[in-house]
């Protein structure tokens, strides 16, 4: 950050407009110079409350407009204190921009701007800008008071030490990513929680996979069992056609033959209405709801016709009637005639259109709902009658064909007999696996639902292990970048610790005079700022304050070298507790230390040799003169003279 | 936080997965936005970093 000028309008002492143009470049010193009571201070704090606002400390609105202005104001108008900060800046990327920042008491809020090619361009957010340019809490280590910042260098003064350190090398910024990303981790875990399945899948597929080697099991056993109940059915055909030959009992076998088919045909017609009966049990809930579907319409039928709902005609349906002035018979609807009056109050009991057509889609489906109902339970009656129509018919062919076969059992011919045994066991053994491949089949059926059953749960729980496998990436990648920035943190704030102590060291030992008495500095790992005198000894105690406020400045000057933050230093009565060799060693190193130099002296802090060693380097030099007549201060430009 | 400080404290993460490096990277820049807030609302965003980081290591 290099300032580049600083505007004042009616803000505090400063009547009307005043501006001042900072320097920088070689010649980066400015030189403002005032009396006691002058309106250094004033100015200090018109950069701090135009960036910062009520953080500048400086009261109310009505103590920061310049009375006068107030006085003169005509009555009712009103006046406002106005602070522009112009400078330049280097962002993160590393481009160079100007930036305008201006506050005023009107809205007390700070307005920034990019100047652009195209003018200036409102940035939406400042402070957030703001926080990367110069944070709030660091611009008290570039932005200070000269006669108080030998805070550093009293004892017990750790705390306010390692805040410097911390704030300026932007520390918290660490330490905040790592506690965020640690709560972000925690969010993720707790995610995670709610998603554990507990080895469900794994439980699912073991039961999947059994379930699959016992329909295959099943499938194979169904087929041999099949080929076995073709095979004693064909003994049975045999045996009856060879009983057919067999002119004494010819007549029995055919006609026990014949009932065997039409057995056949009854238990493949039964079997046929099973599965309809089946079909049928899955949607059995449509038809055990059938009194409530009935209930829900005939409500609906009663409101509307007591005119609670509206009638099945369509609002928009009367709009058209009444809009052609015609029905759909080709009738006129005159505007006074009586088809008119109706189709209005039709028009007037008509709800909103999407009620009307919830309405109307509900009476609809309840009435498409009761009709499937009836039907099926027309279908489920029906059905129950051909069943028992079919149990009789079975009963009887079975006694018939049963009665023929003991019958034929009786018959002395030794040729029948054993064709009759052979067909008894063939028969017998045929039942038995008929019975079998029947369990079979429903077996398989079972089998097969379980198998659609646990696809289903698989699936629903693949989802969720899903879900919890990419929650577990992004809680391990947040603990990782959360534990990186950890080590990070106490690496970085040690290497940096260092290296403003060397710099301190370095700066302290420019600028104290008796440098030969205190020949090491260190910042402790509590950070202590601690002064050694030339026989290892602890000195701090014994510094002067003019040589606290060497050593605070020093700290200070080598936080903003380590920091690389490049902002100006602007110092309030620098000197005031200095003696001439100190601040002429300040006037002599400062400006090589750092970018941009502003001083706010009284003309006896800065004079003689000490402005003389520092004139080479003054770019800007102005007097604040405070004229009695008004009680405002007057910014002069002093450059002529330098 | 300038170019050169920021580069130099990415330098102590150079040892780190490129991912992670990746992730540090944006939430710092997320915290030095708001330094400011005592109670900054930069979690939704770090979510977002590191939904994207998830999403670009399995894409």
């Known amino acids: 950050m290099i300032l580049e000028t600083l505007r004042v309008k009616n803000f505090r002492q400063y009547y009307k407009e005043q501006k001042i143009a900072f320097s920088a ?16 201070t004033n100015l200090f704090s018109a950069i701090n409350w135009c960036l910062y606002g009520d953080d500048a400390g400086l009261g109310t609105q009505g103590e920061i407009v310049n009375k006068k202005a107030l006085a003169e104001a005509i009555k009712g108008s009103r006046v406002d204190a106005e602070v522009e900060l112009r400078f330049r800046h280097t962002d993160s990327d590393g481009s160079e921009h100007s930036y305008v920042a201006v506050r005023s008491t009107r809205d007390d809020s700070l307005r920034l701007s990019r100047v652009t090619k195209k003018g200036l361009e409102e940035l939406p957010n400042p402070i957030l800008m703001l926080n990367t340019i110069l944070p709030k809490d660091v611009r008290t280590y570039f932005f200070f008071d000269g006669e108080k910042i030998d805070d550093f260098a009293k004892p017990e003064h ?20 790592n506690a965020h990303l640690n709560s972000v981790a925690d969010e993720y875990e707790r995610e995670l929680k709610k998603l554990d399945t507990g080895g469900v899948l794994e439980g699912l597929t073991k039961e999947k996979e059994q379930k699959a080697d016992e329909l295959k099991n099943a499938e194979e056993q169904l087929g041999r069992d099949r080929k076995e109940l073709n095979s004693a059915r064909d003994v049975v055909d045999e045996m009856d056609r060879e009983l057919g030959k067999q002119r004494d009992v010819q007549g029995d076998a055919k006609r026990r033959e014949q009932l065997e088919n039409e057995r056949s045909r009854i238990e493949d017609e039964l079997e046929a209405l099973f599965s309809t009966l089946r079909d049928l049990g899955s949607t059995g809930y449509s038809v055990l709801g059938l009194e409530l579907l009935t209930k829900a319409s005939d409500a609906i039928n009663d409101k509307r016709q007591r005119g609670e709902i509206p009638a099945g005609i369509r609002e928009q349906f009367v709009r058209d009637l009444l809009e052609k002035a015609k029905c759909i018979c080709g009738r006129e609807i005159s505007n006074d005639g009586p088809e008119r009056q109706t189709l209005l109050a039709l028009l007037n009991r008509s709800m909103p259109s999407t009620i009307e ?36 018919d079975l009963s009887r062919v079975t006694k018939e064909a ?67 496998q990419a929650v577990q990436k992004k809680l391990s990648l947040a603990r990782q970048a959360g534990e990186a920035i950890e080590e990070v943190h106490e690496r970085f704030a040690q290497v940096m610790r260092k290296r403003i102590e060397e710099e301190t060291k370095r700066i302290f ?84 230390l750092v970018n941009q130099v502003v001083l706010l002296v009284t003309g006896e802090e800065l004079h003689g040799h ?4 520092l004139k080479p380097k003054i770019g800007k030099r102005y007097f604040l003169d405070w004229q009695k007549s008004t009680g405002c201060t007057e910014i002069v430009s002093t450059e002529a003279q330098v | 936080m300038s170019k050169e400080r920021r580069r130099r404290l990415m330098e102590f993460f150079e040892k780190y997965d490129p991912a992670v490096q990746r992730v540090v990277k944006r939430v710092i820049e997320w915290e030095q936005r708001y330094l400011d807030s005592k109670r900054p609302r930069v979690k939704e965003e770090i979510r977002e970093v590191i939904e994207e980081e998830v999403k670009r290591n399995d894409s």
């Open chain 1, 158 to 177: 750790e705390s306010q030490i390692k805040d410097a350190v911390y704030s300026v090398l932007q520390l918290e910024v660490l330490e905040r990513g």
């Open chain 1, 402 to 468: 049963d009665d023929i076969t003991a019958k034929l059992e009786g018959v002395a011919i030794q040729q029948v007999q054993i064709l009759e045994n052979k067909r008894r066991a063939a028969q017998s053994r045929a039942n038995e696996l008929f019975v079998s491949v029947g369990r079979s089949e429903q077996q398989i059926r079972d089998l097969e639902n379980e198998i659609r059953d646990l696809n289903h749960r698989i699936q629903k729980t693949e989802g969720l292990e899903g879900k919890a």
């Open chain 1, 610 to 613: 000490t402005l003389e060693i």
């Open chain 1, 25 to 40: 470049g070689p010649k980066n010193v400015t030189v403002i110079r005032g009396s006691t009571g002058a309106g250094k």
């Open chain 1, 509 to 592: 030992g420019m600028l104290v005079w008796k440098e030969s008495q205190f020949t090491k500095v260190e910042l402790t790992e509590d950070y202590r700022l601690v002064v050694l005198d030339r026989w290892g000894s602890p000195a701090r105690p014994e510094l002067s304050a003019g040589e606290r406020q060497l050593l605070s400045l020093s700290f200070i000057i080598a936080l903003s070298r380590v920091s690389e933050g490049s902002a100006p230093v602007v110092m309030d009565t620098p000197f005031g507790r200095l003696d001439t060799q100190p601040r002429e060693n300040i006037c002599r190193h400062i400006p090589e």
């Open chain 1, 357 to 392: 057509d919830k309405i109307l889609e509900t009476s609809g489906l309840l009435l498409a709902l009761r009709a499937k109902s009836q039907q099926r339970f027309e279908a489920l009656v029906n059905l129950k009658k051909r069943k028992a129509a079919l149990d009789d």
